[in-house]
């Protein structure tokens, strides 16, 4: 019990002092207006899981999307419950601080084929093709599906910090070995660039 609480209130500081670098990081943050579909967006999560992955990750990157442009303004197609769009406003309120980042891979006009994928439940163990998706799984698929491009390497658990976290992720049914994409792998892609 001493070890668990010892464990939190480890993350707890990694994570405050993540945030407080995040706050900084995020000066100078694009405008909403310059955003266009296929854009990629990151957050940080309120969501339970999203402590976790900061510490994993050392980042304060837990969530991601992709823009998709309507005719009545701009989404984010996301993973979290489902796979859905959430308007951009709605997204960017849902994050820490409503603070937000993005990327961008393709300078020319790209069209996102996602109503095959709406619905789909998000996948809590982080399989790699299990036909369900995660955040980051997402986007990673439809550049490498619909653009052919590889935005990176998918890494093994194993490669990530995982300090406390061991048993979190056997329960969970993730094993060390499989491989993953996070969010912050993503925003470090040499495949995309700041807006």
Known sequence: MKAMKKTKIILGILVLVMLIFGIKYCVGQTSAEKLKEGDLIFHTSKSEQSPLIQYATMSVLSHCGIIIEK?????????TGKLK????????????????????????????????????????????????????????????TQFGIELCKYRKVSDYHLTGLKKKLRQRGISLSQEVVAP??????????SI
């Open 71 to 79: 005719s009545d303004g701009l989404y984010v197609l996301e993973a």
């Open 184 to 193: 912050i792998d993503v925003y470090n892609s040499k495949k995309t660039h």
């Open 85 to 144: 769009l959430t308007p951009l406003q709605e997204f960017i309120n849902r994050g820490k601080g409503r603070q937000w980042w993005a990327k961008r891979v393709i300078d020319t006009p790209v069209k996102v084929k996602y109503s095959h994928l709406l619905g789909r439940r998000y996948d809590t163990s982080f399989k790699p093709d299990s036909n369900l998706f995660y955040c980051s799984e997402l986007i990673h698929h439809i550049y490498k």
